[in-house]
């Protein structure tokens, strides 16, 4: 009895040396873990003040909830501080912007304007390329899904490379008296007949996306990186990338912020994410 006593005993003991070697050792280790943010949902929470610094959530019936100096606190942590590419005067005037007594600013999960691009790599017609998608949510019955917004694909693009050059083909302007016959020698055996579409024309890539999956040309593979692009904020727009590093500034952290000005700057930033310039 004795034995078995003092082998229970000295088998807590090596238990417990060793849980406190471990608290003591991974410490540090557990403090990033918890700094860092790991979920999308969980940014959306630190950047409304949903979420305290040990990652407790907060309710609308909590006092601190959406609490303007506990996202004062926060705020800063959410920036990407490693690469040093953020303009720190912008960066304050965003935060106070956004925590703002009078009119603070909020992310809505379901309803802001915001997108996910999807870099991902397929196989078309047997060679790997790669493509990325612009993911968007649209709401479905009671709740909301993704949704492939639109494509960029420099598989696709090369099809249409339009010439705009003075001396490119054209259907002569009197073609119509010809009941049109020109068309016979200019579509035939042409690999770019977007020449003789409006100086407005724009592929439908989203389009073409989705034959080639419905043919059986084109097949996913796998996804390679997410980023997503924010517009939520009246002003400004900023981005947010997984930063996969040690240390207490890691996870999803904004890594780019862009005062936009008025509309067209918006549209400009929007056609430079999507690819269209």
């Known amino acids: 009895m004795k034995s078995i006593l003092f082998a229970l005993i000295t088998l807590l003991s090596i238990h417990a040396s060793v849980g406190q070697g471990l608290t003591d050792s991974m410490k540090d280790t557990e403090e990033q873990l918890r700094a860092s943010t790991k979920q999308i949902n969980q940014f959306f929470r630190r950047f409304n003040g949903e979420e305290d610094e040990d990652g407790k959530r907060y309710y609308p019936s909590d006092k601190r909830y ?9 705020m800063p942590v959410l920036f990407d501080t490693k690469t040093n590419q953020l303009d720190n005067d ?10 703002d007594k ?32 612009y993911m968007r949510l649209q709401q ?10 639109d494509v960029a694909f420099s598989q696709f693009k090369k ?64 996804v390679k990186n997410v980023n997503f692009h924010f517009f939520a904020i009246d002003g400004y727009y900023f981005g947010i990338s997984n930063f996969n590093r040690p240390g207490y500034n890691s996870g999803w952290l904004i890594s780019s912020l862009v005062p936009l000005a008025n509309d067209d700057q918006k549209q400009q930033m929007l056609d430079y994410i999507y690819d269209k310039n």
């Open 159 to 222: 099809w249409f490379d339009k010439d705009t050059t003075e001396t490119k083909k054209f259907l002569h302007p009197m073609s119509h008296e010809l009941d049109f016959m020109t068309l016979r020698k200019g579509l035939k055996d042409n690999k770019h007949a977007e020449q003789f579409t409006p100086r407005t024309f724009q592929p439908d890539y989203l389009t073409l996306f989705i034959y080639e999956l419905n043919q059986g040309n084109l097949e996913f593979t796998s």
């Open 140 to 149: 479905q019955g009671q709740g909301y899904e993704w949704v492939i917004d």
């Open 102 to 133: 009078k009119s603070p600013a909020f992310l809505d999960f379901n309803q802001d304007d915001w997108l996910a691009e999807v870099s991902a790599t397929f196989k078309y017609k047997g060679r790997a390329i790669s493509g990325t998608l």
């Open 66 to 74: 959406r609490d303007a100096n506990l996202r004062k606190r926060y």
């Open 90 to 99: 912008q960066t304050k005037a965003f935060i106070a912007k956004i925590t």
